[in-house]
């Protein structure tokens, strides 16, 4: 009996089509047709992940006969009816939707515990503030990275071992995600209002104590928004498709397991994507030196170095220069994504 024969058997007996098979094993539909039509054979990897899957022996897979088993009462097997998630992917983009607004949220209460015991303790002093306050920030930023930096390798392993994913999202789920997406907006936005609130009545008497509910009430809200719209995002199954061009390196989207017109797809969203990373480089590079500028600029202008007061105008609004180098890269995106559809229609 041929693999052919072995695989289409196995398929059949647990209702699984040969695009859902390929999200499972991370390739292409057109890979699993040419394994079953003997145009090519699967890598070995690929095999034994179908042991795993089937439930079955190499030997029984390649070389034996499987055409009279049944699956167990207990294997995988799934169900008719619509496309179904096979391989995990609403609960892994839950899992970001945790992971990244918590990651981002830490870094901000850790600023906001700095503000709030920034006076109780003396600790050196480094560039005008107090060493307990710059440790604590330092503390809220590691806490960020430990959520940040696995999020983003799972995210990755999960885009190589499932480079296209089947949309299994009902017109149901996608208007459920759209309202709780609107509901956690407007939380979000409350949460920041709030602190800008707490800001404007302690600020006079209690800045310290002002400046922590603020930070604190932004954290709150920068989570609901991040969190809720990933939730929202994900729904988007043809972006996150698009997506993994963007993200994976040249040599992986060359070694993947895909069919021609898929991986030349890849491959131009992924040169695109380097040239729109090479842009807004170089526009984050000019704001940092505009930044730079503005933070020493009195030190500069002045030979004594008694004149510099970090509280002057331009010293006091150098950060704004990577927000705005932000606002500028993503309209820059936006310009992008808009004139490259343009082209590929005329194209």
């Avoid at 999200?23 to 292409?28: A, D, F, K, P, Q």
């Avoid at 090519?40 to 034996?64: A, H, N, R, T, W």
């Avoid at 409350?190 to 800001?199: D, E, M, S």
Wanted: glycine letters at 8%; hydrophobic letters at 50%; one cysteine or more.
């Amino acid at each position: 009996m041929s693999f052919r024969d072995n695989l289409q058997h196995l398929r059949a007996t647990r209702n699984m089509t040969q695009e859902q098979l390929a999200m499972l094993l991370g390739v292409s539909r057109q890979s699993v047709t040419k394994w079953e039509a003997e145009k090519s054979y699967p890598e070995m990897d690929k095999l034994l992940k179908m042991c795993q899957i089937f439930e079955c022996s190499l030997d029984d897979l390649v070389q034996g006969d499987l055409t009279d088993r049944t699956p167990e009462p207990g294997a995988a097997h799934v169900p008719a009816g619509p496309p179904t998630d096979i391989c995990g992917y609403d609960d892994h983009q839950r899992m970001m939707a945790w992971k990244v607004p918590t990651g981002v949220a830490a870094i901000l209460l850790g600023i906001a515990v700095a503000f709030f015991f920034e006076d109780t303790l003396a600790v050196g002093e480094f560039n005008g503030n107090g060493g307990l306050f710059i440790l604590i920030v330092l503390a809220g930023i590691l806490a960020g990275l430990a959520f940040l930096i696995p999020a983003g390798m799972e995210h990755s392993a999960f885009q190589k071992a499932h480079p296209y994913v089947e949309d299994f999202y009902t017109e149901d789920d996608k208007a459920r995600a759209r309202k709780i997406f609107s509901a956690g907006l407007i939380a979000g936005i409350a949460f920041i209002f709030a602190g800008i609130g707490c800001l404007i009545m302690l600020e006079e008497t209690a800045e310290n104590v002002a400046l922590f509910f603020l930070m604190f009430f932004i954290a709150l809200g920068v989570w609901n928004i991040v969190h809720y719209s990933m939730l929202f995002v994900r729904t988007n199954v043809a972006e996150y498709n698009k997506s993994v061009g963007e993200d994976l390196e040249l040599e992986e989207i060359l070694d993947m397991q895909v069919d021609e017109a898929r991986r030349e797809q890849l491959l131009r969203q992924n040169q695109k994507n380097k040239k729109l990373g090479a842009v807004c480089t170089a526009i984050m590079i000019a704001a940092t030196i505009v930044g730079l500028a503005l933070l020493f600029a009195p030190v500069l202008a002045s030979p004594d170095p008694d004149a510099f007061e970090p509280e002057g105008t331009s010293a006091m609004w150098f950060w704004l220069a990577w927000p705005v180098g932000g606002l500028i890269c993503g309209i820059v995106a936006v310009l992008w994504d808009a004139f490259g559809k343009q082209n590929d229609q005329m194209g």
